[in-house]
């Protein structure tokens, strides 16, 4: 059965870089048809779409988000990582990974990891 | 960006009773690419249904999804004390990918 375990640094101070990585276990990161997503939600509010990624390295980011986000895959480790750039009170969070069920950057989310939370720090 | 506005925000229902939530999309949603996902505190979201009325794997089906365009309900018949949570619709028919504010369905 396929997992998704999220680990990031639960702290981060302001203006700092904020890495999140999400193992996959239980499947392959390079199996076709699927993409491989990133979704945050603040404390007490809805959920937001950051991006999504292919095993390629390809990967598409949210518009209405501001640049500084990166995902990337390491297919030789079978995980696939989040790094936002100076990050602000705003980035704070619950970080889930999941995995999208299609050829597409853009579908409902199958699978998901349990979440990281990530405070930022002033 | 397709803004999708969920109602009502919170809903108050006893067990056994029938459950009807909205999700109201800001443009036609292409193909009714519109999922729902349920949260329980602590949790991440749970997939209940995708392409607007396909259950997911596992979901009892006491739960029923429909609509199109730019209207879509998610219905749960006969509530069970394990669902009363909050509920999201997501539309992926065009970019971003967005969700709903969601619904709260507590027990009254």
């Known amino acids: 059965q396929l997992q998704l375990q999220e680990s990031g640094p639960g702290l981060v101070q302001s203006s700092e870089t904020l890495s999140i990585t999400c193992t996959v276990s239980?499947?392959?990161?390079?199996?076709?048809?699927?993409?491989w997503g990133w979704i945050r939600q603040p404390p007490g509010k809805g959920l937001e779409w950051m991006g999504s990624?292919?095993?390629?390295?390809?990967?598409y980011y949210n518009p209405s988000l501001r640049s500084g986000i990166i995902i990337f895959v390491d297919t030789s480790k079978n995980l696939f990582s989040l790094k936002v750039s100076s990050v602000t009170a705003a980035d704070t969070a619950v970080y889930y990974c999941?995995?999208?069920?299609?050829?597409?950057?853009?579908?409902?989310?199958?699978?998901w990891g349990k979440g990281t939370t990530v405070t930022v720090s002033s | 960006e397709t803004v999708l506005t969920q109602s009502p925000g919170t809903l108050s229902l006893s067990p056994g009773e029938r459950a009807t939530l909205s999700c109201r999309a800001s443009q036609s949603v292409s193909s009714s690419y519109l999922a729902w996902y349920q949260q329980k505190p602590g949790q991440a979201p749970r997939l209940l249904f995708y392409?607007?009325?396909s259950r997911a794997t596992g979901i009892p089906d006491r739960f029923s999804g429909s609509g199109s365009g730019t209207d879509f309900t998610l219905t749960i018949t006969r509530l069970e004390p394990e669902d009363f949570a909050v509920y999201y619709c997501q539309q992926y028919g065009s970019s971003p990918i967005t969700f709903g504010q969601g619904t709260r369905l507590e027990i009254k």
């Open positions: 392409g607007a009325s």
């Open positions: 999941a995995r999208l069920p299609a050829k597409s950057y853009f579908y409902y989310m199958d699978v």
């Open positions: 239980g499947g392959s990161i390079s199996s076709d048809g699927y993409f």
């Open positions: 990624v292919y095993y390629s390295g390809s990967a």
